[in-house]
Protein backbone atom coordinates (compact mmCIF):
# COMPACT_ATOMS: atom_id res chain seq x y z
CA UNK A 1 0.00 0.00 0.00
CA UNK A 2 3.05 2.17 -0.12
CA UNK A 3 3.10 3.98 -3.04
CA UNK A 4 -0.68 4.48 -3.03
CA UNK A 5 -0.50 6.39 0.43
CA UNK A 6 2.41 8.32 -1.08
CA UNK A 7 -0.07 9.57 -4.33
CA UNK A 8 -2.98 10.69 -1.79
CA UNK A 9 -1.68 13.87 -0.38
CA UNK A 10 0.03 14.73 -4.12
CA UNK A 11 -4.10 13.93 -5.44
CA UNK A 12 -5.27 16.66 -2.46
CA UNK A 13 -2.51 19.07 -3.49
CA UNK A 14 -4.03 19.37 -6.92
CA UNK A 15 -7.47 19.27 -6.55
CA UNK A 16 -7.01 22.16 -3.31
CA UNK A 17 -4.72 24.39 -5.40
CA UNK A 18 -6.15 24.34 -9.20
CA UNK A 19 -9.61 26.54 -9.21
CA UNK A 20 -12.20 24.79 -10.32
CA UNK A 21 -12.42 24.57 -14.09
CA UNK A 22 -14.61 26.89 -16.29
CA UNK A 23 -15.45 25.82 -20.13
CA UNK A 24 -14.08 27.78 -22.47
CA UNK A 25 -16.84 29.03 -25.00
CA UNK A 26 -16.58 31.14 -27.92
CA UNK A 27 -17.65 34.94 -27.11
CA UNK A 28 -18.54 38.13 -29.30
CA UNK A 29 -17.93 40.98 -27.37
CA UNK A 30 -19.56 44.42 -27.77
CA UNK A 31 -20.41 48.00 -26.85
CA UNK A 32 -21.99 51.13 -27.49
CA UNK A 33 -19.15 53.34 -26.41
CA UNK A 34 -16.88 52.39 -29.05
CA UNK A 35 -13.73 49.54 -30.15
CA UNK A 36 -11.10 51.78 -28.03
CA UNK A 37 -12.56 52.44 -24.50
CA UNK A 38 -11.51 50.64 -21.83
CA UNK A 39 -14.40 49.13 -20.13
CA UNK A 40 -13.97 46.94 -22.80
CA UNK A 41 -10.42 46.25 -23.63
CA UNK A 42 -10.18 45.25 -19.82
CA UNK A 43 -13.33 42.85 -20.19
CA UNK A 44 -11.35 41.49 -22.81
CA UNK A 45 -8.35 40.70 -21.07
CA UNK A 46 -10.45 39.88 -18.11
CA UNK A 47 -12.48 37.22 -20.22
CA UNK A 48 -9.34 35.83 -21.79
CA UNK A 49 -7.73 35.27 -18.52
CA UNK A 50 -10.81 33.51 -17.41
CA UNK A 51 -10.25 30.70 -20.41
CA UNK A 52 -12.62 32.40 -22.63
CA UNK A 53 -12.04 32.79 -26.39
CA UNK A 54 -13.47 36.30 -27.23
CA UNK A 55 -13.26 38.47 -30.34
CA UNK A 56 -14.54 42.60 -30.03
CA UNK A 57 -16.63 43.87 -32.96
CA UNK A 58 -17.93 47.32 -31.55
CA UNK A 59 -18.26 50.87 -33.08
CA UNK A 60 -15.17 52.51 -34.27
CA UNK A 61 -16.56 55.93 -32.69
CA UNK A 62 -18.78 56.30 -29.62
CA UNK A 63 -22.17 55.28 -30.68
CA UNK A 64 -24.10 55.79 -26.85
CA UNK A 65 -27.91 56.56 -27.20
CA UNK A 66 -28.37 53.86 -30.55
CA UNK A 67 -30.56 51.96 -29.30
CA UNK A 68 -31.22 49.32 -32.37
CA UNK A 69 -30.13 51.55 -35.36
CA UNK A 70 -28.60 49.06 -37.96
CA UNK A 71 -26.76 50.60 -40.88
CA UNK A 72 -23.89 49.46 -43.68
CA UNK A 73 -20.63 50.91 -42.48
CA UNK A 74 -18.60 53.56 -43.98
CA UNK A 75 -15.21 54.27 -44.50
CA UNK A 76 -13.99 56.77 -41.71
CA UNK A 77 -14.21 60.76 -42.55
CA UNK A 78 -12.93 61.29 -39.12
CA UNK A 79 -10.49 59.04 -36.91
CA UNK A 80 -11.79 56.18 -34.64
CA UNK A 81 -12.29 57.17 -31.14
CA UNK A 82 -9.12 58.16 -29.63
CA UNK A 83 -7.67 58.08 -32.56
CA UNK A 84 -7.51 54.49 -32.66
CA UNK A 85 -7.65 54.30 -36.32
CA UNK A 86 -6.79 57.19 -38.81
CA UNK A 87 -9.40 59.21 -40.93
CA UNK A 88 -10.16 57.43 -44.14
CA UNK A 89 -9.32 54.28 -42.72
CA UNK A 90 -12.02 51.69 -44.43
CA UNK A 91 -15.36 51.01 -42.62
CA UNK A 92 -14.45 47.77 -40.71
CA UNK A 93 -11.04 47.17 -39.56
CA UNK A 94 -8.81 45.39 -36.52
CA UNK A 95 -5.79 45.97 -34.90
CA UNK A 96 -2.93 44.75 -36.82
CA UNK A 97 -1.32 43.15 -34.17
CA UNK A 98 -4.05 41.72 -32.38
CA UNK A 99 -7.34 40.94 -34.94
CA UNK A 100 -9.38 39.98 -32.43
CA UNK A 101 -10.30 43.68 -31.73
CA UNK A 102 -12.10 44.87 -34.40
CA UNK A 103 -14.12 47.94 -35.46
CA UNK A 104 -17.00 48.66 -37.19
CA UNK A 105 -17.86 52.17 -38.53
CA UNK A 106 -21.72 52.11 -37.80
CA UNK A 107 -24.09 51.60 -35.28
CA UNK A 108 -23.57 48.95 -32.21
CA UNK A 109 -26.22 46.51 -33.75
CA UNK A 110 -24.07 46.53 -36.78
CA UNK A 111 -21.26 46.04 -34.62
CA UNK A 112 -22.26 42.99 -33.34
CA UNK A 113 -23.96 41.56 -36.42
CA UNK A 114 -20.52 41.75 -38.00
CA UNK A 115 -19.19 40.21 -35.11
CA UNK A 116 -21.64 37.20 -35.42
CA UNK A 117 -21.48 37.00 -39.12
CA UNK A 118 -17.62 37.64 -40.16
CA UNK A 119 -15.75 37.87 -36.97
CA UNK A 120 -16.61 35.20 -34.65
CA UNK A 121 -16.34 32.10 -37.93
CA UNK A 122 -12.79 33.53 -38.74
CA UNK A 123 -11.67 32.39 -34.82
CA UNK A 124 -14.22 30.24 -33.97
CA UNK A 125 -15.62 28.50 -37.10
CA UNK A 126 -18.62 28.72 -35.57
CA UNK A 127 -21.53 30.64 -34.35
CA UNK A 128 -20.50 32.18 -30.89
CA UNK A 129 -21.91 30.82 -27.20
CA UNK A 130 -22.37 33.76 -25.93
CA UNK A 131 -22.42 37.53 -26.59
CA UNK A 132 -21.44 40.11 -24.26
CA UNK A 133 -21.58 44.09 -24.46
CA UNK A 134 -20.19 46.78 -22.00
CA UNK A 135 -19.32 47.50 -19.23
CA UNK A 136 -21.15 50.08 -20.60
CA UNK A 137 -19.85 53.53 -19.35
CA UNK A 138 -23.02 55.09 -17.01
CA UNK A 139 -25.92 52.75 -15.80
CA UNK A 140 -28.76 51.64 -17.98
CA UNK A 141 -31.83 51.09 -15.65
CA UNK A 142 -35.18 51.10 -16.68
CA UNK A 143 -36.19 53.14 -19.57
CA UNK A 144 -32.57 53.62 -20.06
CA UNK A 145 -32.66 50.07 -22.04
CA UNK A 146 -34.55 50.95 -24.22
CA UNK A 147 -31.98 53.62 -25.72
CA UNK A 148 -28.66 52.31 -25.23
CA UNK A 149 -26.98 50.63 -27.84
CA UNK A 150 -25.41 48.53 -25.34
CA UNK A 151 -28.55 46.73 -24.90
CA UNK A 152 -29.35 47.25 -28.93
CA UNK A 153 -25.79 44.95 -29.39
CA UNK A 154 -27.23 42.68 -26.73
CA UNK A 155 -30.98 41.93 -27.99
CA UNK A 156 -29.42 41.76 -31.37
CA UNK A 157 -27.38 38.70 -30.37
CA UNK A 158 -30.36 37.29 -28.44
CA UNK A 159 -32.61 38.10 -31.64
CA UNK A 160 -30.29 35.61 -33.47
CA UNK A 161 -30.59 33.00 -30.51
CA UNK A 162 -26.85 33.78 -29.11
CA UNK A 163 -27.54 34.27 -25.46
CA UNK A 164 -26.19 37.37 -24.02
CA UNK A 165 -25.55 40.02 -21.65
CA UNK A 166 -25.63 43.72 -21.16
CA UNK A 167 -23.29 45.08 -18.55
CA UNK A 168 -23.55 48.99 -17.42
CA UNK A 169 -21.57 50.75 -14.71
CA UNK A 170 -22.55 53.57 -12.65
CA UNK A 171 -19.34 55.37 -12.27
CA UNK A 172 -16.55 56.16 -14.87
CA UNK A 173 -16.00 58.81 -18.01
CA UNK A 174 -15.00 57.69 -21.95
CA UNK A 175 -11.60 56.75 -21.48
CA UNK A 176 -8.89 55.54 -24.62
CA UNK A 177 -7.85 51.77 -24.15
CA UNK A 178 -4.15 53.12 -23.78
CA UNK A 179 -4.54 55.23 -20.40
CA UNK A 180 -4.63 53.82 -16.78
CA UNK A 181 -6.75 51.70 -15.61
CA UNK A 182 -8.92 53.05 -12.85
CA UNK A 183 -10.14 50.72 -10.29
CA UNK A 184 -14.11 51.15 -11.61
CA UNK A 185 -12.34 49.58 -14.93
CA UNK A 186 -10.97 46.37 -13.16
CA UNK A 187 -14.19 46.04 -10.39
CA UNK A 188 -16.94 46.15 -13.41
CA UNK A 189 -14.81 43.54 -15.59
CA UNK A 190 -14.32 41.65 -12.72
CA UNK A 191 -18.13 41.81 -11.62
CA UNK A 192 -18.67 41.20 -15.39
CA UNK A 193 -16.53 37.96 -16.02
CA UNK A 194 -18.17 36.64 -12.27
CA UNK A 195 -21.63 37.07 -13.73
CA UNK A 196 -20.26 35.50 -17.96
CA UNK A 197 -18.21 32.20 -15.79
CA UNK A 198 -21.71 31.87 -13.37
CA UNK A 199 -23.54 31.47 -16.53
CA UNK A 200 -21.15 29.14 -18.30
CA UNK A 201 -20.54 26.98 -15.32
CA UNK A 202 -24.49 26.34 -15.16
CA UNK A 203 -24.32 24.80 -18.20
CA UNK A 204 -26.43 24.96 -22.48
CA UNK A 205 -28.95 26.59 -22.86
CA UNK A 206 -27.44 29.51 -20.97
CA UNK A 207 -30.70 31.67 -21.13
CA UNK A 208 -34.19 30.93 -22.54
CA UNK A 209 -34.61 31.58 -26.28
CA UNK A 210 -35.61 35.04 -26.20
CA UNK A 211 -33.77 36.07 -23.36
CA UNK A 212 -30.87 38.53 -22.30
CA UNK A 213 -29.70 39.73 -18.79
CA UNK A 214 -29.37 43.64 -18.24
CA UNK A 215 -26.96 43.92 -15.89
CA UNK A 216 -26.18 47.30 -13.79
CA UNK A 217 -23.26 48.04 -11.09
CA UNK A 218 -23.66 50.56 -8.71
CA UNK A 219 -20.79 53.41 -7.96
CA UNK A 220 -17.85 52.30 -7.41
CA UNK A 221 -16.30 54.46 -4.04
CA UNK A 222 -14.82 54.28 -0.97
CA UNK A 223 -17.31 51.99 0.56
CA UNK A 224 -17.72 50.17 -2.80
CA UNK A 225 -13.95 49.78 -3.42
CA UNK A 226 -12.90 46.37 -4.12
CA UNK A 227 -14.88 43.39 -6.10
CA UNK A 228 -15.71 41.58 -2.87
CA UNK A 229 -17.77 44.20 -1.61
CA UNK A 230 -20.52 44.08 -4.69
CA UNK A 231 -23.21 41.64 -4.32
CA UNK A 232 -25.41 40.31 -7.39
CA UNK A 233 -29.81 40.97 -6.85
CA UNK A 234 -32.55 39.39 -9.51
CA UNK A 235 -34.70 42.37 -10.44
CA UNK A 236 -36.87 43.67 -12.88
CA UNK A 237 -36.03 46.42 -15.43
CA UNK A 238 -38.86 48.43 -15.42
CA UNK A 239 -41.30 49.52 -12.19
CA UNK A 240 -44.51 47.24 -12.04
CA UNK A 241 -47.53 48.81 -11.89
CA UNK A 242 -49.90 47.30 -9.21
CA UNK A 243 -52.45 44.69 -10.12
CA UNK A 244 -51.66 45.13 -14.09
CA UNK A 245 -48.31 43.44 -13.99
CA UNK A 246 -48.11 39.94 -14.05
CA UNK A 247 -46.56 38.44 -11.16
CA UNK A 248 -42.56 37.97 -11.37
CA UNK A 249 -40.75 34.98 -9.62
CA UNK A 250 -40.74 34.90 -5.96
CA UNK A 251 -37.44 34.72 -4.10
CA UNK A 252 -35.50 36.47 -1.12
CA UNK A 253 -39.10 36.29 0.74
CA UNK A 254 -41.16 37.86 -1.39
CA UNK A 255 -44.03 36.27 -3.25
CA UNK A 256 -44.31 37.28 -7.04
CA UNK A 257 -43.01 40.54 -7.05
CA UNK A 258 -38.63 41.56 -7.48
CA UNK A 259 -37.45 44.71 -6.76
CA UNK A 260 -36.82 47.03 -9.88
CA UNK A 261 -33.00 47.67 -10.80
CA UNK A 262 -32.89 51.16 -10.26
CA UNK A 263 -33.72 50.63 -6.45
CA UNK A 264 -31.49 47.97 -6.29
CA UNK A 265 -28.36 49.72 -7.40
CA UNK A 266 -29.24 52.98 -5.81
CA UNK A 267 -29.85 50.43 -2.25
CA UNK A 268 -26.90 51.15 0.04
CA UNK A 269 -24.39 48.25 0.00
CA UNK A 270 -23.07 47.71 -3.53
CA UNK A 271 -25.87 45.61 -4.78
CA UNK A 272 -25.61 44.99 -8.50
CA UNK A 273 -28.95 44.25 -10.31
CA UNK A 274 -29.21 41.71 -12.62
CA UNK A 275 -32.71 42.03 -14.65
CA UNK A 276 -33.95 39.47 -17.25
CA UNK A 277 -35.31 40.79 -20.43
CA UNK A 278 -36.99 39.56 -23.86
CA UNK A 279 -35.38 40.70 -26.79
CA UNK A 280 -37.71 41.75 -29.50
CA UNK A 281 -39.37 43.98 -27.24
CA UNK A 282 -36.74 44.99 -24.55
CA UNK A 283 -39.67 44.39 -21.71
CA UNK A 284 -39.24 42.45 -18.92
CA UNK A 285 -39.73 38.22 -19.22
CA UNK A 286 -42.27 36.41 -17.63
CA UNK A 287 -41.50 34.68 -14.12
CA UNK A 288 -41.04 31.41 -16.10
CA UNK A 289 -38.04 33.14 -17.59
CA UNK A 290 -36.81 34.99 -14.52
CA UNK A 291 -37.32 31.35 -12.76
CA UNK A 292 -34.85 29.60 -15.43
CA UNK A 293 -32.10 32.91 -14.50
CA UNK A 294 -32.71 32.59 -11.00
CA UNK A 295 -31.62 28.73 -10.89
CA UNK A 296 -28.30 29.36 -12.74
CA UNK A 297 -27.39 32.42 -10.95
CA UNK A 298 -28.54 31.16 -7.79
CA UNK A 299 -24.72 30.62 -6.62
CA UNK A 300 -24.07 34.51 -6.65
CA UNK A 301 -27.36 36.05 -5.69
CA UNK A 302 -28.33 37.74 -3.31
CA UNK A 303 -30.86 39.87 -1.48
CA UNK A 304 -31.72 43.44 -0.73
CA UNK A 305 -32.05 43.87 2.83
CA UNK A 306 -35.77 43.52 4.46
C1 LIG B 1 -3.42 47.20 -30.90
O1 LIG B 1 -2.93 46.08 -30.19
C2 LIG B 1 -1.65 46.27 -29.63
C3 LIG B 1 -1.25 44.93 -29.02
O2 LIG B 1 -2.22 44.47 -28.11
C4 LIG B 1 -1.67 47.40 -28.63
O3 LIG B 1 -0.39 47.63 -28.12
C5 LIG B 1 -2.21 48.66 -29.30
O4 LIG B 1 -2.34 49.68 -28.34
C6 LIG B 1 -3.56 48.37 -29.92
N1 LIG B 1 -4.12 49.53 -30.55
C7 LIG B 1 -5.46 49.68 -30.66
C8 LIG B 1 -5.93 50.95 -31.28
O5 LIG B 1 -6.26 48.83 -30.30
C1 LIG C 1 -18.60 35.96 -7.85
O1 LIG C 1 -19.48 36.64 -7.04
C2 LIG C 1 -19.90 35.94 -5.89
C3 LIG C 1 -20.97 36.75 -5.20
O2 LIG C 1 -20.58 38.05 -4.94
C4 LIG C 1 -18.71 35.68 -4.99
O3 LIG C 1 -19.10 34.91 -3.88
C5 LIG C 1 -17.69 34.94 -5.77
O4 LIG C 1 -16.52 34.82 -4.98
C6 LIG C 1 -17.36 35.66 -7.06
N1 LIG C 1 -16.49 34.81 -7.83
C7 LIG C 1 -15.45 35.32 -8.45
C8 LIG C 1 -14.63 34.31 -9.21
O5 LIG C 1 -15.16 36.49 -8.42
Known amino acids: MRPFTHLVPVALLLFTTLPSAVTSVNIVLSNDDGWA ?3 VRQFYKSLT ?7 LSAPAIDQSGRSSLDAPPQPLNQPCQFNSCPKGSPA ?8 RYNYVNSYPV ?3 RYGISVVAPKFFKAVPDLAVAGPNVGANVGAAALISG ?6 EAAKQRIPSIAFS ?3 GKPTAWNAKADSYNLIYSDLATNVTTTLI ?3 KPYLPNNAWLNVNFPAVDNKCAKTSDFKFVLSRIYTAVPVLTPADVSTCGKTGRLPNERDVVNTKGCYASISVGLADTKLDADAITQAAVLAKLKSILSCLPA
Open 37 to 39: ELN
Open 49 to 55: SAGQSVV
Open 92 to 99: TGSNATEP
Open 110 to 112: TAI
Open 150 to 155: TVGAAT
Open 169 to 171: GTS
Open 201 to 203: KSA
